[in-house]
């Protein structure tokens, strides 16, 4: 069955960086575009970034656009979000998600994993 | 791309039919999305395309709409579907969500 395990999340204080992964299994990792989505604590869904399939097109978002990098190695199934100059409303559960692909969806998502930025 | 949803709160009964609206700020075609998300569990997908049910999702769960407006129906509600719901939109980057609907008894 498709799985998509988040990792990498953890408390980090200001001005930092973190990078989270995302491990997939139960399908062909290398033929899915992929997305990462955050929720802050009590609030609504933002998506944050798009990578293809084969890593060759990305898009992120204007929030973030700078501060974020997207990447994959579809050799080891994972997939990554590196995070610099963390700041306290970067707080958020970070979700990878699978893009459906050919229909306007994401059909599989990870549980998910915290960040919190914090001194 | 902005997406409005109404209500933002809705407080229904088992056995209701509730109606939840999106509305995009550009005419986005068919390229919407609806997901249901309980607190603490990832989004759920629901409905893609504007209106076909996602393979698993009761059929009493139905989309429909193009261009600007949307809905999410659900004709007889269970206990299981108090929850929020989210609109995206997947017609162009960046994608974007609904600010959700939280559905309560």
């Known amino acids: 069955q498709v799985q998509l395990v988040e990792s990498g999340g953890g408390v980090v204080q200001p001005g930092r960086s973190l990078r989270l992964s995302c491990t997939a299994s139960?399908?062909?990792?290398?033929?899915?575009?992929m997305h990462w989505v955050r929720q802050a604590p009590g609030k609504g869904l933002e998506w944050l970034a798009f990578?293809?399939?084969?890593?060759?097109?990305?898009y992120y978002a204007d929030s973030v656009e700078g501060r974020i990098t997207m990447s994959r190695d579809n050799s080891e199934n994972t997939l990554y979000l590196q995070m610099n100059s963390l700041a306290p409303e970067d707080t958020a559960v970070y979700y990878c998600?699978?893009?459906?692909?050919?229909?306007?969806?994401?059909?599989?998502w990870g549980q998910g994993t915290m960040v919190t930025v914090s001194s | 791309i902005q997406l409005t949803q109404s209500p933002s709160f809705l407080s229904a009964s088992v056995g209701d039919r509730v109606t939840i609206t999106c509305r995009a700020s550009q005419d986005i075609s068919r390229s919407l999305a609806w997901y249901q998300q309980k607190p603490g569990i990832a989004p759920r997908l629901l409905i893609y395309?504007?209106?076909t049910l996602q393979s698993g999702v009761p059929s009493r769960f139905s989309g429909s709409g193009s261009g600007t407006d949307f809905t999410l129906t659900l004709s007889s509600l269970q206990p299981e579907d108090f929850a929020t719901y989210y609109c995206?939109?997947?017609?162009?980057?960046?994608?974007?969500f609904g600010q959700g609907t939280k559905l309560e008894i």
């Open positions: 139960g399908f062909i990792f290398s033929r899915y575009d």
């Open positions: 395309t504007a209106s």
């Open positions: 998600a699978r893009d459906f692909r050919w229909h306007d969806a994401f059909d599989f």
């Open positions: 990578i293809s399939y084969d890593g060759s097109n990305k």
């Open positions: 995206q939109q997947l017609n162009n980057y960046p994608y974007s």
